[in-house]
């Protein structure tokens, strides 16, 4: 007889697979190639960003399809996910690796990518993408192209139930753009990252017009001039802690409350009774009334270098979130033209989709006039505000600070929109146009007649701006509720958002609205 094998004994057998394991993590862990590009690679980037020793990887072992060649085949397909913790509260996390493949995405990568966000939907937190990829991966075909349709239909399932951040670390070209295009918040680095469809040498080839990437695509071209991204960061460091600061504000999930800190304090700054000029053709900063209204003078500005005319912001009040809205004088008299009011009607729904309170500043001429505005479609787009501001149905309070007229004074969080409070200061100007216009229309005749039309136009001007151009025929309709002095702004707004903290605000039964897109 033949003598018979002796099997291993249960304890030897466990130790072999325990030290397999080790062997296939640390397989698993080492970057598959040198660093493309950027300051750090993908996991670094991940443990700057979230609290220390709080990640928790998944899909550590996914591999892309048997091709008969295992050196083809690294663990985790270039794109690192997992969760953790930002100040201690549950985010999901990931992280394309430009060491593998170029962070291109394959079948498998994609796959990671969608069970993640499928997690995150679960859980209910926030998700943030770190964005470094060559695009499709061209040899796996028509699967590449699959997954980015899937990721995009997550990013829209997840579209105001959850916050998802986008960061650009890098390229971020053609199918690929479009994912953090729908998410809510997109983060650039300064001459690092570049987002866009087609790319600078298939644009000369195709059209014949000669480009670089920074131009077409850039940080600071989409945070300038295309409004694709919504924050301009210096380097990778600064850009993770753009993310961590806008996170502070934000809920984990559109059933949560944003997260409450200690009130903080009224700052010392300019005084708010000498703070806008008498005459409406004088500019000012309406930063300054912002920065002495919030919690100690701090504002997250949004979108802060597109469409400079209007002022989108996320600040606290008594320690509590709002959504800040105001036009600002400084830039076109903060008339409203379709950049601000696109940038401002993606704010405003972001807002209402996450439970946080609206805050508008007014100070308007109204809706910007002019050929290109009109061909360019001012109707269609400028009713995007109007559209958002009508359908929120958080705490909205309006704060009429100057003038108000036309259209705007409508559009800018007026009663008549939905507004819960509405405020005004005594330099408030609410009316159809301002007096010099009114009075160029209403007595045009006269004018023409007149002995001395200057002195007449005056007199006319000066009537029509001591009754029309006040607050108070919009207080007698109570249009507004209160005519304030402007020191008491801070006080009179901390009252108005108790008051409607339980605020609550059933609409009809549909499937949803049809913003004019």
Not at 277 to 294: E, F, K, W
Request: glycine share 10%.
């Amino acid at each position: 007889m033949l003598p018979t094998a002796t099997a291993a004994p249960p304890a030897d057998r466990t130790a072999e697979r325990i030290a397999d394991l080790d062997r296939r993590t640390a397989r698993a862990l080492v970057p598959g190639a040198a660093r493309r590009r950027g300051a750090f690679g993908a996991r670094e980037r991940i443990e700057r960003l979230l609290d220390e020793d709080s990640f928790t990887e998944t899909g550590l072992f996914v591999r892309a399809r048997p091709t008969g060649d295992d050196a083809r085949r690294p663990y985790g397909d270039g794109v690192v996910t997992g969760y953790g913790t930002v100040d201690g509260r549950r985010v999901c996390v990931f992280a394309q690796d430009s060491a593998v493949f170029g962070g291109s995405m394959g079948e498998a990568f994609g796959e990671k990518t969608v069970a993640l966000m499928d997690l995150a939907l679960k859980t209910g937190c926030p998700v943030i993408g770190l964005n470094d990829s060559g695009g499709a991966r061209i040899q796996e075909g028509v699967a590449s192209l699959a997954l980015y349709a899937e990721l995009v239909r997550r990013n829209v399932q997840a579209s105001g139930v959850i916050p998802q951040i986008s960061v650009i670390l890098g390229p971020c070209a053609g199918g690929a753009a479009y994912s953090p295009a729908i998410t809510d918040f997109t983060v650039m680095v300064d001459r690092t990252s570049h987002m866009f469809v087609t790319g600078p040498d298939v644009i000369e080839t195709v059209t014949g017009e000669r480009t670089t990437a920074e131009e077409l695509g850039g940080a600071r071209a989409s945070n300038t001039v295309n409004g694709n991204a919504h924050f301009l960061a210096a380097d990778e460091e600064d850009a993770l802690d753009t993310v961590r600061d806008l996170l502070s504000y934000l809920p984990g999930n559109n059933l949560e409350r944003p997260p409450e800190y200690a009130p903080g304090t009224a700052p010392a700054g300019t005084p708010l009774d000498e703070v806008v000029p008498d005459r409406t053709d004088q500019a000012y900063d309406m930063r300054d009334i912002l920065c002495s209204v919030v919690d100690d003078g701090e504002l997250l500005p949004v979108h802060e270098l597109f469409a400079p005319n209007i002022v989108c912001a996320l600040g606290r009040i008594e320690g509590s979130t709002v959504g800040i809205v105001a036009n600002q004088p400084l830039h076109a008299a903060g008339v409203l033209d379709i950049d601000a009011s696109e940038k401002a009607a993606r704010f405003v729904r972001f807002c209402d989709a996450f439970g946080i309170p609206l805050l508008t500043f007014a100070d308007v001429p109204g809706y910007l006039s002019g050929v290109g505005q009109e061909r360019a479609g001012i109707i269609r787009r400028g009713a995007k505000l109007l559209y958002a501001y009508a359908e929120a149905t958080v705490p909205k309070v309006t704060v009429v600070v100057r003038k108000a007229y036309g259209g705007g004074y409508a559009v800018m969080g007026s009663k008549h929109l939905g507004a819960d409070v509405n405020l005004a200061w005594p330099t408030a100007r609410i009316a159809v146009m301002g007096a010099p216009g009114a009075v160029g229309v209403l007595h045009r005749r006269e004018l023409a007649a007149a002995d001395d039309p200057e002195a007449l136009r005056a007199r006319l001007v000066a009537a029509y701006e001591s009754t029309h151009g006040t607050p108070y025929p919009a207080a007698e309709r109570g249009y507004v509720d209160a005519v304030i002095a402007p020191r008491d702004t801070r006080a009179q707004l901390c009252r108005a958002l108790r008051a409607l903290r339980g605020k609550r605000a059933p609409l009809p039964e549909r499937r949803h609205g049809n913003i004019p897109l």
